[in-house]
């Protein structure tokens, strides 16, 4: 009893990230995910007898989210906030798993292709990405128009999709 016990607390801890991935793509909301998660993990406990050791937790776990997902959009619905209706929730719900499976190895590839931009393309990446602040100030800063760049924003994330894809590809040979 205590080993499956232990064994459930470390399928739903490894779960975490995962299941917060697929339910923020199934509602579109990073707020409302991780809400749904939190209400998805206090199912998970109380339903913890039913999960059977050396079966897909994470099947099981994402079924759960699944459900949650479509109750919070029936209610969002109502209240008449939410952009997705249950059939498209449920195409996502099909392809999720496969592609968050991929992301460990996608993190580990977009981090050597980061690794390879010019300084001068870093430091717009990490601007635009993880900076508060707009293009704008970048800009005035660079010397460099807003358009051109939105342009070198472009022409960079259709390289680093590139040098993804070739290192996927290297790492499934």
């Given at each position: 009893?205590?080993?499956?016990?232990?064994?459930?607390?470390?399928?739903?801890?490894?779960?975490?990230?995962?299941l917060f991935f697929f339910i923020?793509?199934?509602?579109?909301?990073?707020?409302?995910?991780?809400?749904?998660?939190?209400?998805?993990?206090?199912?998970?406990?109380?339903?913890?007898?039913?999960?059977?050791?050396?079966?897909?937790?994470?099947?099981?776990?994402?079924?759960?989210?699944?459900?949650?997902?479509?109750?919070?959009?029936?209610?969002?619905?109502?209240?008449?906030?939410?952009?997705?209706?249950?059939?498209?929730?449920?195409?996502?719900?099909?392809?999720?798993?496969?592609?968050?499976?991929?992301?460990?190895?996608?993190?580990?590839?977009?981090?050597?292709?980061?690794?390879?931009?010019?300084?001068?393309?870093?430091?717009?990446?990490?601007?635009?990405?993880?900076?508060?602040?707009?293009?704008?100030?970048?800009?005035?800063?660079?010397?460099?128009?807003?358009?051109?760049?939105?342009?070198?924003?472009?022409q960079l994330r259709a390289s680093?999709?590139?040098?993804?894809?070739?290192?996927?590809?290297?790492?499934?040979?």
């Open positions: 009893m205590e080993d499956s016990l232990d064994e459930f607390v470390q399928e739903l801890t490894n779960s975490q990230s995962d923020r793509a199934l509602c579109g909301d990073p707020h409302a995910a991780a809400d749904i998660r939190q209400a998805v993990n206090v199912i998970l406990w109380r339903k913890r007898a039913k999960y059977r050791p050396g079966s897909s937790f994470k099947s099981w776990a994402f079924r759960i989210a699944q459900l949650e997902v479509k109750a919070y959009m029936r209610k969002s619905r109502r209240q008449k906030s939410t952009a997705f209706d249950e059939e498209f929730i449920e195409c996502l719900a099909s392809e999720m798993p496969e592609v968050i499976d991929e992301l460990p190895e996608r993190r580990v590839a977009l981090t050597r292709c980061l690794g390879n931009l010019t300084e001068k393309d870093d430091e717009l990446i990490k601007h635009h990405y993880w900076s508060s602040s707009s293009l704008d100030v970048l800009a005035r800063a660079t010397n460099r128009s807003v358009g051109t760049l939105k342009a070198r924003l472009f680093l999709r590139r040098c993804i894809q070739k290192q996927l590809r290297h790492s499934e040979a």
